[in-house]
């Protein structure tokens, strides 16, 4: 692993992992592992989550009931929890997306006003 | 939520589990060996425990789990140093069982509501005289209160009094209240069985009746339900009992029998200030109210009366009963309350300096703490929570010696002080106890986190452990601690010394009259008018008298009706007359009390002949009481030498007359025929007053006390001599007590307030010095490497001595210069509490001064002089 490759991975902000996740789950139901996969894939590998605070995130939104979890089986046929996305994570998604493209918007406002200008 | 809680947690580690093994089988696939696999797929997943807890902390009360940990932690940690621990903890229940005391104290007399309802709306209403100072009031006074004031829903007067009560199982000495309609409804009290006196009750002439309280229906009635049959003889009279009140209802103090007062018949001097008076306001009146409503008709009683006088009101005051009746014991507890909150914060300056010293040698286990990822936050807390548990084991032993501590403090309580049986241990003083204890936590807590998580708390690793990173800095702390200490320790025992050297100049006052070998007799008789009756009580003190000379051992009896420091005497106005001018009627009275140069002004006091003689009292001219001096023949006075002083300046007393009539309804004329030595009637820090005897044989007297010269001990004599009352008066009870119990009595607040004082001050004195060995034991000690080097470059043992003291010195004095200037601030306020010294009084502050730097100077001595064995090459050797 070159240096390079390390800088070029960036850490997830506070809070967009519970983003990412209902993101995820918009598709269907996922097994956890399943989700940090398909979370690094997405990203084309850019977005590095830690595989483990994944479940600590998994929990805190069962607890806010934005999704749910169900028994089934992996795709190597192993007994593993699934993670759906509730009614109202669905609803949490759209307000969380449109809320992060409001400030992702700022921000690159703030970031490059002179390219702006300037074009 | 627990059960659930536990699933979700399984299944966690379950999908856990799964996750790691995808991985690997995801890494076998790219071609690792299933080894290289499984670590590579841990290594990616992270730290699986620390996931977990993670993920639990989602599920928990975070906090509270934490703070059993931290709980667990603090308590290994108190485990571990048990020295400490305990010094502490001790530190701590001493201070905190001590305040609780006394707390508990002022709570119950002061502070705790008076058992009554709605007690807050009961008032009490004094007349105000001419100097300012609040007195009874006068029957005519009291009718005009209640029949024109308007702020009042009942208005009541009592008067208590002690009287031989026969009837019931055996005869008493009880106090007996004469109270007026009314007064029941005042407190809010109604019979648990019978009835409250009606209106057919006050009238004269009426049967009498009379209320017992609950403990003496108990005690002496047997509590028998059938009242009709129970009849008591209350000095002579026969009452039948027509109600018992509440349990616990005693108002006034210690009464067990309560009379219609209007039996006595109404005296209609405005200036005989007889009973006290107690109102419950209206609703919707203040306490302003009230007193404009009395005030205007106490004034309006000043501008029209005929008895113009010093004795007669000049404006009236309401204030509310519990103050009236703690109001003289407030000052003196709430000093011993802020003496005690000092001795609190040396306690807690102790225990500070303690943590401190704790935190240094903790400093390397907190670094690593910190630098293994722990957050500022949860050190704070660890340190938070030591402290509250450091403060709630004191606390709670603190509590339990105050329990135990408090049965002492009431028995040692003067007798005066009122309310004591309210004092308890009760739910308030717990809460009291616990909100201290917390407040004490907090303080710790926050001191000792704020120093040991400042930013020092990293350079403890560097130093490799050996913690002189923050030595200097929390050595500075350490010394302002102890500062802080020795000045307030300073200020408790200035105090104590200002207390006892005032007790000492109250015991040097010559009292005038001997303490030692008397046996004193309380017995009572009936008031009487009839001078047939008067005489035979005459007699009859006359022939007990001459008994209990015959008891062996008793070498001389008197007998008084105002034992000195027992209660004190009436006082009244006497006139100045001669045979030919005594008036017809009392109306020719009035013109006499308009002439000031007739005016005099005494203590009343009955006496014996043989009462100067057992107390010692020095005639100093003409001749006391004797055997010629009967019934019949001219009624003579001896006064007190202030009296002559005061009232005949330059001038021989003996051989006028004079008329105090008004103190016993006997009108004949006195002649002075001796002049005795004063006597310190009301307590020896009192001054003495100007008294007039009169001859008990000439002016009998109901309420008497029998005075014995004995070299017997008191027990023999008292059983004697209630054998001869039983013989002469089976009716009769009597109170014995030695005049050494009575002298020792009238002593008891001083004693109480120096006992207390002076054991708070010796316990911070004990504290602050224990806190500056501490400190500059723990100094020495870490500079052990410091002081070898010294050594090693050639300072000789007494150089090191020098500077070890030199700098305890300057803490020493600089806690010492706060301490006096704090001191001559707070002393000030104690003026009135003082006799025979000045608040700031040189001796005291001197040797108080002296006595606090020896013992601090000690204290750095022994450390000191450590320091100067300090051996180069072990030291340079340490650590």
């Keep these: 692993m070159s240096t390079k490759e390390q800088r070029e991975r960036i850490e997830l902000l506070q809070g967009t992992l519970d983003l990412l996740i209902l993101r995820t789950l918009l598709r269907g139901p996922v097994h956890g592992h399943a989700i940090a996969k398909a979370i690094e894939f997405n990203s084309d590998d850019v977005l590095q989550v830690e595989q483990g605070s994944l479940y600590p995130a998994l929990h805190r939104l069962i607890k806010r009931k934005w999704i749910s979890v169900e028994e089934g089986t992996s795709e190597n046929n192993r007994r593993a929890k699934f993670y759906k996305l509730t009614a109202e994570g669905r609803r949490q998604l759209a307000a969380e997306t449109s809320k992060w493209d409001k400030m992702a918007g700022a921000i690159a406002r703030i970031l490059r006003p002179a390219e702006q200008e300037g074009e | 939520m627990m059960k659930k809680r536990e699933r979700m947690m399984k299944d966690l580690e379950e999908d856990i589990r799964e996750h790691i093994e995808t991985e690997t089988q995801d890494n076998i696939a790219r071609g690792m060996s299933p080894e290289e696999a499984h670590y590579a797929a841990i290594r990616k997943f992270g730290n699986v425990m620390r996931v977990e807890e993670d993920t639990r902390d989602v599920w928990s009360f975070i906090w509270l789990e934490q703070f059993w940990q931290d709980i667990r932690y603090a308590f290994r940690m108190l485990r571990k140093s048990r020295g400490f621990t305990a010094v502490a903890v001790l530190t701590l229940a001493l201070a905190i069982g001590a305040t609780t005391a006394i707390f508990s104290v002022v709570y119950g007399v002061l502070l705790q509501p008076l058992p009554y309802t709605d007690s807050n709306r009961i008032m009490s209403v004094f007349e105000v005289n001419s100097s300012g100072t609040w007195s009874r009031v006068a029957d005519p006074n009291f009718d005009d209160f209640r029949d024109q004031s308007r702020s009042f829903q009942s208005i009541a007067k009592y008067h208590a009094d002690i009287a031989s009560v026969s009837g019931a199982s055996e005869p008493t000495r009880t106090t007996v209240a004469a109270v007026s309609p009314g007064f029941l409804k005042v407190l809010g009290v109604q019979p648990i069985l019978g009835r409250d006196f009606g209106a057919g009750d006050a009238k004269k002439g009426a049967g009498p009746t009379v209320l017992v309280s609950y403990g003496y229906w108990r005690q002496y009635l047997g509590s028998s339900r059938d009242l009709a049959q129970s009849h008591l003889k209350i000095d002579g009279g026969l009452f039948s009992i027509v109600g018992v009140l509440p349990a616990g209802f005693r108002f006034p103090a210690d009464v067990d029998l309560w009379l219609p007062a209007d039996l006595d018949g109404e005296n209609p001097s405005r200036t005989s200030h007889n009973y006290s008076v107690v109102g419950r306001l209206r609703d919707g009146t203040t306490v302003q109210q009230a007193n404009l409503d009395i005030s205007a008709i106490a004034r309006r009683i000043h501008d029209t009366s005929s008895e113009q006088g010093d004795y007669l009101l000049k404006d009236g005051i309401v204030v509310p009963l519990q103050d009236a009746i703690t109001g003289k014991a407030r000052s003196s507890l709430l000093l011993l309350l802020g003496a005690v909150g000092f001795l609190l914060l040396v306690a807690c300056a102790n225990v500070a300096n303690l943590l401190l010293a704790q935190a240094s040698v903790r ?166 008018d009839d001078p047939k009756a008067k005489a035979g009580q005459a007699i009859f003190f006359s022939n007990l008298i001459d008994r209990l000379k015959q008891i062996p051992g008793v070498r001389e009896v008197g007998a008084t009706s105002g034992l000195p420091l027992d209660g004190g005497l009436p006082d009244g106005m006497f006139l100045l007359m001669t045979q030919n001018e005594i008036p017809k009627t009392m109306d020719g009275f009035g013109p006499l009390l308009q002439q000031k140069e007739r005016l005099g002004n005494a203590d009343f006091c009955v006496a014996t002949d043989g009462y100067f003689q057992v107390l010692g009292i020095p005639l100093i001219r003409g001749r006391i009481f004797n055997g010629r001096d009967g019934a019949n023949s001219p009624h003579v006075a001896v006064i007190s030498e202030s009296l002559a002083r005061e009232r005949w300046p330059n001038q021989d007393p003996i051989g006028h007359t004079i008329e105090f009539g008004n103190m016993d309804g006997d009108l004949r004329l006195l002649t002075i025929v001796g002049i005795v030595g004063d006597t310190h009637e009301y307590g020896l820090d009192a001054p003495p007053r100007p008294t007039v005897y009169v001859n008990l044989f000439q002016r009998p007297h109901g309420a008497i006390t029998l005075t014995m010269l004995s070299d017997a001990d008191m027990r023999s004599v008292a059983s004697a001599a209630r054998g001869i009352l039983q013989d002469l008066n089976p009716e009769m009870a009597a109170k014995f007590r030695t005049f050494s119990q009575v002298h020792s009595t009238s002593l008891g607040s001083r004693r109480f307030n120096v006992i207390l004082i002076g054991f708070f001050g010796i316990t911070a004195l004990l504290l602050a010095t224990a806190g500056v060995f501490g400190v500059m034991a723990y100094s020495v000690s870490r500079r052990t490497r410091e002081i070898g080097v010294r050594v090693a470059l050639g300072a000789a043992p007494g150089g090191i001595l020098r500077m070890i003291l030199g700098q305890g010195l300057r803490t020493i004095f600089i806690g010492v210069a706060i301490g006096i200037t704090a001191s001559l601030a707070l002393t000030r306020t104690v003026q009135s509490l003082l006799f025979g010294v000045t608040a700031t009084d040189p001796l005291t502050f001197g040797g108080v001064t002296l006595l606090l730097v020896g013992a601090a100077l000690l204290a750095c001595y022994i450390p000191a002089r450590r320091a100067t064995k300090v051996d180069p090459m072990v030291a340079l050797r340490h650590e």
């Design chain 2, 363 to 528: 400093e390397r286990e907190l670094a690593i703490r910190s630098a293994l990822g722990a957050a500022r936050g949860r050190l704070v807390r660890q340190y938070f929570t030591e402290a509250f548990l450091l403060a709630l084991l004191g606390g709670s032993l603190g509590v339990l010696g105050a329990f135990w501590g408090l049965a002492g403090l009431v028995a040692l309580a003067p007798e005066n002080l009122p309310r004591l049986d309210s004092v308890s241990i009760n739910i308030p003083v717990l809460v009291f106890a616990l909100v201290l204890s917390t407040a004490v936590a907090a303080g710790l807590g926050a001191f000792i986190a704020a120093r040991a998580t400042s930013g020092e708390l990293r350079k403890g690793l560097v130093e490799g452990g050996r913690g002189q990173a923050s030595l200097q800095s929390s050595q500075r702390v350490g010394r302002v601690i102890v500062a802080a200490q020795i000045a307030i320790t300073l200020v408790l025992v200035v105090g104590a010394g200002l207390f006892g050297r005032s007790l000492m100049k109250v015991l040097e006052v010559n009292p005038g009259f001997r303490v030692e070998k008397i046996v004193t007799m309380d017995v009572s008789l009936p008031w009487v």
